[in-house]
């Protein structure tokens, strides 16, 4: 079985290093292409895999081919490879990673029936850490489902949802690290005003963004219950609290993610 890659960016390379990093496949089982010279070089040598600048090639050598592209090339790629993909008896297994383009746009796009999942990652699988949606095509076969979800967990954590909960998905999850950076940067921005130094602002605000997430993975607690835990009565952490909810911190991060699903749903 050899997985191959077309595009080498930034998201093929946390799932090469995952499945890598977990044994899933060897060195020689992954194949790569990428637009530029520079960039199959660079994944080559630091993967030890076998890379190149043809699409036709990867997608020729896989039995797996994952389209690891910007959503603006993927009909052009496609264009460009399904004659291999979908020859008559072979039907390679598809992988799609990027947003908005859904299961029918990339099946009819290939012009002949072909096995595809979609997933979306987002980028915290660059440190093993991602959260990956799964969407099957109906009719998926049981060790397809089974190699994709192995995948997918190579780098972080993912979850099957029907098509119709991606957006969602991009607005919780996809696109919610953004959120999540913005949070740090403005604690650690409040913490340099009190007069701590930059580096150690950012370092303990991410530690304990991580800390909390971590707490409320493994305690199962609803996160409610965790801040209540925090709030001491007449404590400084309710100060905080009260002024949050005066300035409609709640009400800003709902109306952030519904304009997210909202513009994933509209393009």
Request: include cysteine.
């Amino acid at each position: 079985m050899k997985l191959g890659f077309i595009g080498l960016g930034n998201m093929a390379n946390a799932m090469i290093g995952g499945i890598l990093e977990k044994g899933l496949y060897t060195k020689s089982e992954i194949i790569g292409s990428a637009k530029t010279v520079e960039t199959a070089e660079r994944v080559a040598e630091k993967y030890g895999i076998e890379t190149g600048t043809d699409n036709r090639r990867t997608a020729q050598e896989a039995d797996v081919v994952i389209l690891a592209i910007k959503p603006i090339f993927f009909a052009e790629v496609i264009d460009e490879i399904k004659d291999i993909v979908t020859v008559a008896g072979e039907k390679k297994l598809v992988i799609s990673i990027a947003a908005g383009k859904t299961i029918e746009w990339i099946a009819a796009r290939f012009g002949a029936p072909v096995r595809l999942v979609r997933c979306m990652p987002n980028t915290p699988a660059l440190v093993g850490e991602g959260c990956t949606c799964v969407c099957f095509q109906e009719g998926t076969a049981k060790a397809d489902e089974e190699l994709v979800l192995s995948v997918m967990n190579s780098f972080g954590k993912a979850s099957v949802l029907p098509e119709r909960l991606m957006d969602a998905f991009v607005g919780v999850a996809g696109s919610s690290p953004a959120y999540v950076f913005l949070f740090i940067e403005a604690m650690a921005d409040a913490a340099v005003q009190a007069g701590m130094p930059r580096k150690q602002a950012y370092e303990f605000v991410a530690q304990s963004v991580l800390g909390s997430a971590k707490l409320m993975l493994e305690t199962g607690k609803h996160p409610g219950e965790l801040k209540d835990m925090v709030c001491s009565p007449g404590g400084t952490t309710i100060e905080a609290v009260k002024v949050l909810e005066e300035k409609g911190f709640r009400a800003a991060v709902l109306d952030a993610v519904e304009a997210c699903v909202n513009k994933s749903k509209n393009g």
